[in-house]
Nanobody, 113 residues
Framework: QVQLVESGGGLVQPGGSLRLSCAASTSFFGIKTVAWYRQAPGKQREWVAGITSGGSANYADSVKGRFTISRDNAKNTVYLQMNSLKSEDAAVYYC???????WGQGTQVTVSS
């Protein structure tokens, strides 16, 4: 079973930035698409961004132009750089590896002045 550890969340003011990290314990990391999801209180978990093994990235319309997903296959780690944060970005953020049903514990992002 894949172990995922998300980190980097915290409290930030609107307009601020955070960089999330997700470390995965799988030797197949480098050949898998990896994605970030988020879940706000009372809402369903939603897809935020994904990156293929070749480095092609896609984003939800709500974060396009503000968030950047990247990966370091040597470290089995995926990142999410979040800029120009808005109150509606507040959520618990999770990563997931394609083909795996595993979720990590998530990392909380709070956007508030």
């Amino acid at each position: 079973q894949v172990q995922l550890v998300e980190s980097g969340g915290g409290l930030v003011q609107p307009g601020g930035s955070l960089r999330l990290s997700c470390a995965a314990s799988t030797s197949f990391f480098g050949i898998k698409t990896v994605a970030w999801y988020r879940q706000a209180p009372g809402k369903q978990r939603e897809w935020v961004a994904g990156i293929t093994s070749g480095g092609s990235a896609n984003y939800a319309d709500s974060v396009k132009g503000r968030f950047t997903i990247s990966r370091d296959n040597a470290k089995n780690t995926v990142y999410l750089q979040m800029n120009s944060l808005k109150s509606e970005d507040a959520a618990v953020y999770y990563c997931r590896i394609g083909g795996s049903s595993s979720w990590g514990q998530g990392t909380q992002v709070t956007v508030s002045s």
